[in-house]
C-alpha cells in the first residue's frame, strides 16, 4: 500500500486510522461529525484533496448503516419528507464538486473551516432557532447550501444538524433523517468525485483503509450512547471541532 500512497509513512497510517475510529465513536454517538473530524483530522497531515478521498467510502458505509436502523421503509418516509433538500442538495453537490481540483488550497481551507466554526460557536451560544413549520423555500436554500460544501469539502453536516434542530425534530427521527440525507449526498459525493479524479485508483486504498476502523468506532459509539449524558458529550465533541475548525482557518491564513 505504501507504494500506491507513497507519501504515507507508518506513523502516519496509524494517525489516519486513529482518526477514522474517533470520527466513528462520535458518529455513533451523535449521528453527524466524521467528515468534519475526517477531514480536519487528515489534513493536518495530508493534502486535502487527499483527506476528502479518505473519507468518501467510510461515510458511505457508516450512513447506510444509520439511516436503515429503524428498517427501509423509515428511511424511504424520511425521503419523501426532505426530497426538496435532497434534490437540490444534490444537484448542488455534483456542481461544486467539479471545483474541487481547481480551487486554491487555502480556499479550499476556508469552505471547511468557516462553516465548522460558525455552527460549532452558534451552537455552544446555545443559539436554537425555531421554526413554526416546513418551508420550501428554506429547505431548499438550506439544501444548496449544504450541497455546495459538501461538493467541495465532504462536509455537509452543520447546516443539515441546524436546519433539523430548528425544526424541533424528535431525537430518533433526526437520526435517521441525518443518515438518509448525508448517506445520499455521500452516495452523490463517491460518484462526482470519481469524475472529478479525486478518488482513483491510487487514492481509494486510504479510502478503503479507513473503512473498518471507521466502522467499528460508530458500533462503540452506538454502545456508550445509551450510557452517558448525551448533552454533556455532545458539548465536548463541540469543543473538538472547533479546535478542528479553527486549526483548519489558521492554516488557510498562515499556509
Not at 43 to 53: W, Y
Request: glycine fraction near 12%.
Amino acid at each position: 500500500m505504501d507504494m500506491i500512497l507513497p507519501d504515507l509513512t507508518p506513523g502516519l497510517w496509524v494517525a489516519a486510522l486513529g482518526i477514522a475510529l474517533l470520527a466513528g465513536v462520535v458518529k455513533g454517538m451523535v449521528g453527524f461529525a466524521m467528515p468534519m473530524i475526517l477531514v480536519s483530522g487528515l489534513s493536518s497531515f495530508l493534502p486535502p484533496q487527499l483527506a476528502l478521498a479518505g473519507l468518501i467510502l467510510p461515510t458511505v458505509v457508516t450512513n447506510g448503516m444509520q439511516a436503515l436502523r429503524q428498517g427501509p421503509s423509515a428511511a424511504v418516509q424520511s425521503v419523501l419528507r426532505f426530497r426538496r433538500f435532497l434534490l437540490v442538495g444534490l444537484v448542488c453537490l455534483l456542481v461544486s464538486s467539479m471545483l474541487v481540483s481547481i480551487l486554491p488550497t487555502q480556499l479550499f481551507l476556508l469552505a471547511i473551516g468557516v462553516p465548522v466554526v460558525g455552527f460549532v460557536l452558534l451552537q455552544l451560544s446555545g443559539w436554537s432557532p425555531k421554526l413554526a413549520a416546513e418551508n420550501p423555500r428554506l429547505e431548499m436554500g438550506v439544501g444548496a447550501f449544504a450541497g455546495f460544501i459538501g461538493g467541495v469539502s465532504g462536509v455537509w453536516g452543520p447546516p443539515t444538524v441546524a436546519y433539523l434542530t430548528a425544526l424541533g425534530t424528535e431525537k430518533r427521527e433526526q437520526m435517521r433523517i441525518q443518515g438518509v440525507i448525508y448517506g445520499l449526498g455521500a452516495v452523490a459525493l463517491f460518484a462526482a468525485h470519481i469524475v472529478s479524479g479525486i478518488l482513483n485508483a491510487r487514492t481509494v486504498w486510504l479510502s478503503l483503509a479507513l473503512l473498518p476502523p471507521a466502522v467499528i468506532g460508530m458500533w462503540l459509539g452506538g454502545l456508550v450512547q445509551d450510557r452517558i449524558d448525551q448533552t454533556a458529550f455532545r458539548k465536548a465533541t463541540l469543543v473538538v471541532l472547533l479546535v478542528a475548525g479553527l486549526n483548519l482557518l489558521r492554516r488557510a491564513v498562515m499556509g
